[in-house]
């Protein structure tokens, strides 16, 4: 086939419809029995987006959404109903064990059997694969991931982690639990989340507005001031509020908005522990002070593998995995391609985080970069293009040099923005418009490009190369 999508969530979906339209056949696959990605494995209570609605559906599919920031029900939804639309059919149940570039193609092979694909793109997404960061085999209790959540009977529970999942479900289990001890690491920083549905470009130009602060720490400091109003207002225990009062600048870890969070912590059933988890006993949990809390449920809220994405060590090439040739640092040119794997394609890949604008945004930005790459080797015959190592280099350079100066290296906080190595593989230095802008058309000048030479591959093998393929 032309070319093979894993994962059928927002990105892998969006492959799909966006490469068809140029008349690709693009394929998707995807390991569970439903599409919908993040959305479909994230079901805690209050699970819902912390993007303004306006901005999270594509462009070329606009929804009237209920809410302001709308809930998971409906995003999913949304994504069912997308699919539907424009005829995207997954193969469901289909793992990608391993893809290997033969030189020519990629060898992919699935629980379903090997699919040979000329184009290989990634679409498995950064929150994917939970993160549990200890191993509380010893406990007896329930034990779970905010994003494998289920129906729990125990009345004493402790969540690890204050990130933006723990701080949409706290609230929702709040009032059914008898005791609930917070385990906090560092206080986040937490905003009133605004009602207001506005139209999608004044949403998209306020936040473009926003993220002047992400790159500006100074300017980042007003803005705190909002948070700690929100606090003082719903916090009046003070040894409470200095417990909860972050001690970074605002940005430095990923953006928090709710009106529910602080006054449930500030509940008698709720204890806020101050520190990091140590260990664990068979009904217990230990915090770094020493002190054991008799529980009957542990949550993690402890993220994702943002930095360490599984697929890394199943995509070969050169007998070289992604993983092994990353070291712990994932990069890429333009987020999208890395040397030494010809013709492979990661949607929302490494240095593509904003603090501030939406996954669609930088989907649909990718995408066009994709379409146009695709379209490049199928009208000049290259069957195989490989980002140059200084292309590739350079890039990756100046997103460093100019991440220094923004909140999230400058900040004064640890974050999942950092890699195993210190360094920010996560986050985009510069505006969204900017994104848009140098993430456009794809250089030929930055690939090293294999001209088809005539006769050495069959017509009939490659829609790819020889036109338009049926989008059906």
């Known amino acids: 086939m032309d070319v093979l999508v894993i994962g059928a969530g927002p990105a892998g979906i969006g492959a799909a419809i966006r490469l068809r339209e140029l008349g690709f056949d693009a394929h998707v696959i995807e390991k569970a029995p439903s599409l919908g990605g993040t959305w479909r494995d994230n079901v805690y209570p209050g699970c819902a987006c912390d993007i303004p609605s306006a901005l999270y559906s594509y462009s070329f599919a606009p929804r009237r959404w209920s ?41 992919v092979t699935t ?10 793109v990634s679409a498995t997404g950064p929150w994917h694969e939970p993160k549990i960061p200890l191993d509380a085999s010893v406990f007896q209790g329930e034990v779970f991931h905010s994003a ?16 933006a999942s723990a ?6 289990i709040q009032p059914r639990v008898d005791q609930l001890f917070l385990f906090q690491r560092t206080a986040p920083w937490v905003l009133p989340k605004p009602s207001l549905k506005l139209p999608r470009s004044v949403v998209f130009g ?19 001031r909002l948070g700690l109003l929100h606090l003082r207002r719903a916090i009046r225990d003070r040894a409470l509020r200095s ?26 059933n709720v204890s806020v522990v101050p520190h990091a988890v140590q260990g664990f006993t068979a009904d217990g949990i230990i915090g770094a002070d020493g002190v054991e809390r008799k529980v009957d449920t542990i949550i993690f809220g402890t993220g994702f593998h ?7 060590s199943r995509v070969r090439a050169g007998g070289a995995s992604l993983a092994s040739v990353w070291r712990g640092s994932p990069q890429a040119y333009l987020g999208t391609s890395v040397h030494g794997f010809p013709n492979l394609f990661l949607l929302l890949g490494p ?29 000049r015959d290259w069957p195989v293009a490989d980002v140059r190592p200084p292309v590739q280099a350079a890039f990756n350079s100046s997103v460093q040099v100019a991440l220094q100066r923004t909140v999230y290296n400058a900040g004064g906080c640890t974050s999942y923005y950092l890699d195993a190595n210190g360094r920010n593989s996560t986050m985009w230095p510069w505006s969204t418009i900017r994104m848009m802008r140098r993430i456009r058309s794809f250089n030929p000048a930055d690939y090293d490009l294999t001209q088809r030479r005539p006769g050495t591959i069959p017509a009939s093998t490659t829609a790819l190369l020889n036109g338009p393929a049926s989008s059906t």
């Open 148 to 163: 494998r959540w289920r129906d729990f009977s125990g009345r004493r529970v402790a969540v690890v982690g204050t990130g």
């Open 67 to 107: 809410a302001a920031f709308s809930g998971q029900p409906e995003i999913l939804a949304y994504l069912r109903e997308t699919a539907a639309s424009f005829g995207v059919e997954p193969q469901y149940d289909t793992e990608m064990l391993d893809a290997v570039w033969d030189g020519s193609r990629w060898q």
């Open 243 to 268: 417990v909860l009062t972050p001690d970074f600048v605002l940005g430095c870890k990923r953006l928090l908005m709710s009106n529910t969070y602080y006054p449930a912590l500030a509940q008698p």
């Open 351 to 379: 240095n593509l985080g904003t603090g501030h604008s939406s996954a669609f945004t930088i989907i649909e930005t990718q995408l066009r970069y994709i379409a146009s790459a695709l379209t490049a080797l199928r009208d």
């Open 306 to 312: 943002f930095s360490d994405p599984p697929i890394a």
């Open 111 to 120: 629980t379903s059997g090997v699919i040979s694909a000329r184009v290989l």
């Open 167 to 172: 701080v949409q479900f706290v609230p929702e």
């Open 206 to 224: 306020f936040l473009e507005l926003f993220s002047f602060g992400f790159r500006h720490p100074a300017a980042m400091k007003v803005v705190q």
